[in-house]
């Protein structure tokens, strides 16, 4: 089947790093960008951030630039969100999103962080 | 920064046609998507390209783009297209993946 299945959150401290995962499964990780997109409780989709095939290209949003770092491991078939120094603004459902030219095309269910103290 | 605009919400009755639109400065010159998130589900590709639907989605669902404004049209609404409905857009100015906030389709 093919899938995306975050995992890795739940509640930190403000000032608090946390590392998502997502496992993707039922197609050829390594021929596709990913993305990260958020979703905080009752708000709005936001991008935050996009890897190209073979970790090429890397962008982030303003919102998380120099907080966040997106990483993949194509042996392995995941990728990775490593967070840091987090913010109550941070608290969302966090999305992995398969990229196909300029839209997203497979998504995962989601994985909650909660920053609060 | 790239702003998508859409109304927050869109009524319509079962069976008639619901139309949700996404403005944006020089929208004509970008690839405009959209998808659906019903709640606690995560959002589902419907429209690719302003006007190309995937795989498996009807063609009650069809993308169109005029001027500034991109347009979801759903025809024969039925109770389970009460959905969230975002665009989306890549800015490659700054390479940034734009949504617009949403629209709350109510089906009455």
């Known amino acids: 089947e093919v899938q995306l299945v975050e995992s890795g959150g739940g509640v930190v401290q403000p000032g608090g790093s946390l590392r998502l995962s997502c496992a993707a499964s039922?197609?050829?990780?390594?021929?596709?960008?990913m993305n990260w997109v958020r979703q905080a409780p009752g708000r709005g989709l936001e991008w935050v951030s996009y890897?190209?095939?073979?970790?090429?290209?890397?962008y982030y949003a303003d919102s998380v630039k120099g907080r966040f770092t997106v990483s993949r491991d194509d042996a392995r078939n995941s990728l990775y969100l490593q967070m840091s120094s987090l913010g109550a603004e941070d608290t969302a459902v966090y999305f992995c999103?398969?990229?196909?030219?300029?839209?997203?095309?497979?998504w995962g269910q989601g994985t909650l962080v909660t920053v609060s103290s | 920064s790239y702003v998508l605009t859409q109304p927050p919400s869109v009524s319509v009755a079962p069976g008639q046609t619901a139309r949700i639109t996404c403005e944006g400065y020089?929208?004509?010159?970008?690839?405009v998507h959209w998808y659906r998130q019903k709640p606690g589900q995560a959002p589902f590709l419907v429209v690719y390209?302003?006007?190309d639907r995937p795989s498996g989605i009807p063609e009650r669902f069809s993308g169109s783009k005029y001027g500034i404004t991109a347009t979801l049209t759903i025809s024969r609404v039925e109770a389970g297209d009460e959905a969230d409905y975002y665009c989306?857009?890549?800015?490659?100015?700054?390479?940034?993946?734009?949504f617009g906030g949403g629209t709350k389709l109510t089906v009455l």
């Open positions: 020089n929208i004509g010159s970008k690839s």
């Open positions: 390209d302003d006007t």
């Open positions: 890897i190209r095939t073979s970790s090429s290209l890397i």
């Open positions: 989306q857009l890549w800015d490659t100015n700054i390479d940034h993946g734009i």
């Open positions: 039922g197609f050829s990780f390594s021929d596709y960008s």
């Open positions: 999103a398969r990229t196909s030219t300029t839209f997203f095309d497979l």
